[in-house]
């Protein structure tokens, strides 16, 4: 994974991210657009990067946790318990870096909780996390007690809505990530354990993986960038919005995954793919609220996405190609 | 005793404990009006929840239920109000819609043996997208068919009303139980989640209970809308968002086991109730907040599945053993 | 053979599956009132056969025949139409139904279309009465026995059916007195002239319950036989070889140089799997493992490797006392294992070839140290070759390879991490003959080198020509060691077909 070969640029995904951006570029002939104003870009396709950053870096986590063929559902509630905590620290007079890392441990304890009932206790992943999912938001608001708590912390506003080097905090911090977590994935062993573990668990162990450590680490990780998305849509909108705050976004993280190529039974992934994915899914949004289009009616087009991809992915669909590709095979059984 | 009565009635007990502790600080909960209330307030909850308990029984998941909720209100409401439609037609057609709905979810998890919750998350987004596309806007519902239904009712003694939709959910439960425990579809449905390939090789129709579960669940929540939009006398589109987790919690509470096979009707309709019970305990306590009821499910999702993991779990290690055989 | 009536039979019965002819030109004739026992090695073409038999398979040539007739069987289903039914090893009920529901599913008697659950009971009980069971129809399915569970299904499946039935090793789980009892059932189905096929691997079992006996290898008929005219030695014989030569033993031991013990297991066994066994491994030589499926062979490797950890005994590496509990401890001491269940246990599919050749290596690095592309390369290309791996590319995906090659990636897997002691559980099963010859010349460079295996095979001519001692195992026990001039096929199969009395199981499974 090393080596990037122009193969690997040209692929499915990226000519879906440039046909939606073209697509956009019609529609609004400003699109590509991009000015220099107070030390910062701005341009809606810095607006779609900016907007895609949270949920580009949920699905960076629940990219590693689909891998292993499990799914993550709690990264809304996690987001929303992040930034609750975060803004709820620097109203009662903590620093910024306090509150970042009091939402980071928030983040990092979840994912452990989950890891736990998924590697521990043997609970099918979709039911693990769906406690935290239903008791996360509602501890989000018993700690900001029902309201959207607000903050002026200058460290916290500056990651939702700050700039480096031009480029919108969120976005670096997304693309940093990305760039760390895929070089730790791939730099060590890590990646490969994730696809074995996901392939087949039973043989993975047998291999002498120790495959409980790894889904400890993989939901650990998961939750800690729910946390860090938390903290971004906290410092956004300058506040802590227990209802709102990554409402349906666990949703958004797995079809990123899923349109990044990861398969929903595990295995094969590839993290800068699900990012592309959450980017593709931004650059629609975007695309379906500059032609003045309800924002809503782009679940629809989402609907039609995810059919699409299953059905592509269907072995009812590999039986209808296999039978026109290769026809020896099924050996064994 | 039956092992998969245990949940039920640690559901049951629960359930009693609680309303018991609940009346002993609120004497005021134990009278027929919180009584009739809890089931008029719960009724769109507990409809939908019939339909996700076949759904959880055959080891499948719904999460298409509250769009289907939210749809149906807009679809009523626009056949009403803007075309004119009676009621009654407004309802037959947003039902056969439904059931369209739940049979394509249906033919595709098996067909494309993909995994239900990621059909029925399409079906989520595509029944809220729809909704919305029809209208942004809540659509107000005035017909007189509507007054008349939403103000029917019995009196109950002691001053309870016991009303039109409540007594609907009633009649539903008591449906789904005849239809899980008394029919051949029903042990069908048991049957898919115990074990596939055993139900296959024993006759079971695996592609039509497949559809029909699907359907029935579709249908439901369909009847959840009507009563819904009864209840609020207009149509949203973003109504009902977050109910298939609610009913789902309702489900589990009820001593349903999630991966499927097991679980009672009557189990799911105490814990509706234990849902309604801890909402309405919060609204009587006055100092504790709605979120309360979101932890509180939680942490009873929590209980419940790790109870289930304890119950089941020498099955689950006699399934093993025979694996390495 | 006499011209009787068959009240089932197969003639001439072929299945391919892609270059493997799983079923070659297979006749089976079954008489009403008779049980008729099949027998085989796992590969040998037994459950296809009963695929063919129940519909579940169709046959690529040959026809099957109910009552003289030919009929086209799409599925079980349909074969239960014509009164053919069958009962697994692992139950196929449903264990989190009742027991009466598990009867009549499907066929509830119903009153106004609705199941009428008193009348479905009282039915149930008058059927199970008729085999001798006793219990509350009402009561779960999984409450009860396996024996109980078995019959259950037996009781289904003639309900249902009534002609035919077969019964697929529906004793593999069971205890003394539930085989008991499940016999008495069967001799009286037998007595009311049901035509039943039975399959087992318990010898015990076919010389007290069948009547005529069909022995399939290599997916071909190698005789069919009244139960009264065979010895237990005959049947072995042509269960394991071709009609074995009784040549002298090649006698390893005698000419192998005496090396250091490697390995000794002292009294190393797990409850429920393996009786504790005691054996000493040496540097440089190859334990062969005989005995029939399901005699303890694969268990003893698994209790070995620490999948499934021992719960008595000790176990010592070079002399000092270690502790395996996990197979990552195993493999942290120098194990190697490649399992029976190549597809489930043993490959990763999806993956590549490379990468499943570096993974063992990679887990006992950890998690850090990672191989890079290169070294995975050169790993791969190297053990890859040695191994005569055939792949287009060593970054193609595992699944598209044959059989053979796919167990040849998995051996390469464990050799990549430089083992001392590698147990080899089924190496050659199912694999083509290029292959097979392969991994047995790779078993013999292997113990020339110094390593010592414990190779598991039910190719009885295999294990006698590499093995320098062979255990043999029988009833979950190890039976016997035999050494020099006792490894020879006739003592090996004399060692597996010896009536002892089958030790009580310590626990019903």
Not at chain 1, 288 to 311: C, D, H, Q, R
Not at chain 3, 117 to 124: Q, V
Not at chain 3, 204 to 214: G, M
Request: one cysteine or more; charged letters at 15%; proline letters at 3%.
């Amino acid at each position: 994974m090393t080596r990037i070969s122009f193969g690997r640029i040209f692929n499915t995904q990226t000519i879906a991210l440039v046909s939606v951006l073209l697509l956009n570029w019609i529609l609004f002939p400003g699109f590509f657009k991009i000015e220099w104003q107070d030390g910062r870009l701005f341009g809606s396709l810095i607006d779609v990067l900016n907007r895609g950053a949270p949920v580009a870096i949920l699905a960076i986590g629940m990219t590693a946790v689909i891998a292993t063929k499990g799914v993550d559902l709690s990264v809304g509630a996690v987001m929303a318990m992040s930034g609750a905590v975060a803004a709820t620290l620097v109203v009662a007079g903590y620093s910024g870096p306090v509150a970042v890392g009091g939402a980071l441990a928030v983040g990092l304890a979840c994912g452990l909780w989950n890891g736990v009932l998924v590697a521990m206790l043997d609970i099918q992943p979709i039911i693990a996390t769906l406690v935290l999912m239903v008791a996360g938001r509602g501890i989000a608001q018993l700690i900001t007690e029902g309201s959207i708590v607000t903050f002026s912390d200058p460290t916290l506003i500056f990651i939702g809505t700050g700039s480096f080097l031009g480029m919108p905090m969120p976005v670096v911090i997304a693309f940093a990530l990305m760039v760390l977590v895929t070089l730790v994935v791939r730099k060590t062993a890590i990646g490969l354990f994730i696809e074995a573990v996901g392939v087949n668990r039973s043989a993975a162990t047998l291999a002498g993986i120790r495959s409980r450590l790894l889904l400890l680490t993989v939901y650990s990780v998961s939750g800690i960038c729910a946390a860090i998305a938390g903290i971004i849509v906290a410092g956004d909108i300058r506040g802590a919005d227990a209802n709102n705050a990554g409402l349906w976004l666990e949703l958004d993280a797995i079809l990123a995954a899923v349109i990044g190529g990861t398969s929903l039974l595990g295995g094969r992934f590839s993290i800068p793919m699900s990012v592309i994915g959450a980017l593709i899914i931004q650059a629609m949004n975007t695309g379906i609220l500059v032609s003045g289009y309800p924002p809503e009616f782009n679940l629809v087009v989402k609907a039609g996405i995810i059919t699409v991809i299953l059905m592509i992915q269907s072995p009812l669909a590999g039986q209808v190609l296999g039978f026109f590709g290769r026809k020896k095979s099924g050996a064994s059984r | 005793m039956n092992r998969s009565m245990r949940p039920l009635l640690a559901t049951v007990a629960i359930f009693l404990v609680a309303y018991a502790a609940a009346v002993f600080q609120f004497p005021g909960l134990l009278s027929t009006r919180v009584l009739g209330n809890f089931l008029t307030d719960n009724a769109f909850l507990g409809i939908t929840a019939v339909g996700m308990t076949f759904v959880i029984i055959s080891g499948g998941i719904d999460l298409s239920v509250g769009a289907v909720i939210g749809f149906t209100g807009v679809l009523v409401a626009v056949l009403i109000s803007s075309f004119g439609l009676h009621p009654l037609v407004a309802f037959a057609i947003a039902l056969a819609v439904a059931a369209l709905f739940g049979a394509a979810m249906g033919l595709a998890i098996h067909y494309l043996e993909v995994p239900a919750f990621i059909v029925t998350l399409a079906g989520m987004f595509l029944a809220r997208g729809g909704a919305s596309v029809i209208t942004q806007d809540s659509v107000p519902i005035n017909h007189e068919f509507y007054s008349t239904i939403s103000s029917l009712y019995f009196r109950l003694p002691g001053g309870g009303r016991l009303s039109f939709v409540g007594l609907l959910m009633i009649a539903v439960f008591v449906f789904g139980a005849v239809v899980a425990h008394r029919t051949r579809f029903g042990s069908y449905v048991y049957a898919l989640g115990g074990n596939t390939t055993s139900a296959s090789l024993m006759g079971v129709p695996v592609a039509r209970t497949t559809v029909q579960i699907y359907m029935l669940s579709s249908m439901l929540a369909c009847l959840a809308g009507i009563v819904f939009s009864l209840y609020t006398s207009a149509g949203y589109p973003l109504a009902a968002v977050g109910v298939e987790l609610d009913a789902i919690g309702a489900v589990v509470i009820g001593g349903t086991l999630l991966t499927g096979g097991y679980g009672f009707v009557f189990g799911t309709f105490v814990g509706v109730m234990l849902l309604g019970l801890v909402q309405t305990y919060i609204i009587f306590d006055g100092t504790l907040s709605s979120w309360w009821t979101k932890i509180v499910i939680g942490i009873l999702l929590f209980l419940f599945i790790v109870l289930q993991r304890l119950v089941f779990a020498a099955s689950a290690r006699g399934d093993r053993s025979s694996e390495t055989a | 053979m006499a011209e009787t009536a068959f009240r089932m039979e197969a003639r001439g019965v072929s299945k391919i599956f892609g270059t493997h002819r799983a079923l070659d030109k297979v006749d089976f004739g079954l008489l009403a009132g008779e049980v008729h026992a099949l027998l085989g090695e796992n590969g040998a073409g037994k459950s296809t056969l009963i695929k063919i038999l129940t519909g579940a398979y169709q046959p690529d040539g040959g026809e099957v025949l109910v009552d003289g007739e030919p009929v086209h069987l799409d599925s079980p289903l349909h074969a239960q139409s014509f009164g053919i039914g069958t009962v697994y090893q692992e139950v196929n009920l449903l264990p989190n139904r009742s027991v009466a529901e598990n009867l009549f599913l499907g066929h509830q008697p119903t009153r106004f279309g609705l199941v009428d659950r008193k009348r479905m009971n009282r039915d149930a009980r008058v059927l199970l009465k008729r085999y001798g069971l006793e219990i509350d129809p009402s009561s779960e399915l999984g409450s009860h026995s396996v024996a109980v569970q078995q019959i259950v299904a037996i009781a289904r499946a003639v309900q249902l059916s009534g002609k035919v039935l077969i019964l697929d090793e529906p004793t593999a789980s069971l205890d003394r007195d539930e085989v008991q009892r499940l016999f008495e059932v069967v001799a009286s189905l037998k007595r009311d002239g049901l035509a039943i096929v039975f399959i087992t691997h318990f010898l015990d079992q076919v010389f007290a319950l069948a009547d005529r006996v069909t022995i399939l290898r290599n997916g071909k008929l190698v005789d069919t036989r009244r139960l009264s005219e065979l010895t237990r030695t005959d049947l072995v014989r042509k269960m394991l070889g071709k009609d074995i030569a009784f040549s002298g033993s090649t006698s390893l031991e005698a000419q192998r140089p005496v090396t250091d013990v490697l390995l000794e297991f002292k009294g190393y066994g797990r409850k429920r799997s393996v009786r504790p066994f005691t054996l000493t491994i040496h540097k440089g030589e190859v334990i062969g493992v005989a005995g029939l499926l399901g005699s303890g062979r694969t268990e003893m490797a698994r209790v070995m490797f620490g999948i499934d950890p021992s719960d008595e005994g000790s176990v010592a590496l070079n002399g000092k006392p270690i502790s395996i509990r996990a197979a990552t401890d195993a493999i942290a001491h120098g194990f190697g294992f490649c399992p029976e269940d190549r597809k489930a246990d043993g490959i990763f599919g999806d993956l590549s070839v490379r990468e499943n050749i570096v993974i063992a290596l990679q887990g006992k690095l950890g998690w850090f140290r990672a191989l890079n592309r290169d070294e995975q390369l050169d790993l791969a290309g190297q053990f890859g070759e040695s191994m005569d791996i055939r792949a287009a590319s060593l970054d193609m995906p595992v699944k598209l390879l044959s059989g053979g090659n796919q167990q040849k990636v998995i051996l390469a897997r464990w050799l990549a991490t430089d083992p001392a002691f590698l147990i080899l559980d089924e190496p050659t099963r199912g694999i083509d003959v290029g292959a097979h010859a392969e991994i047995v010349r790779t078993i013999n460079r292997l113990r020339d080198d110094g390593m010592a295996l414990v190779v598991i095979s039910s190719e009885i001519d295999e294990v006698v020509a590499y093995s320098s001692r062979v255990v043999v195992m029988r009833d979950r026990e190890m039976v016997a060691e035999l050494r020099g001039e006792d490894i020879s096929p006739a003592v090996i199969v004399q060692a597996i077909a010896t009536h002892g009395e089958p030790t009580p199981e310590e626990t019903a499974a």
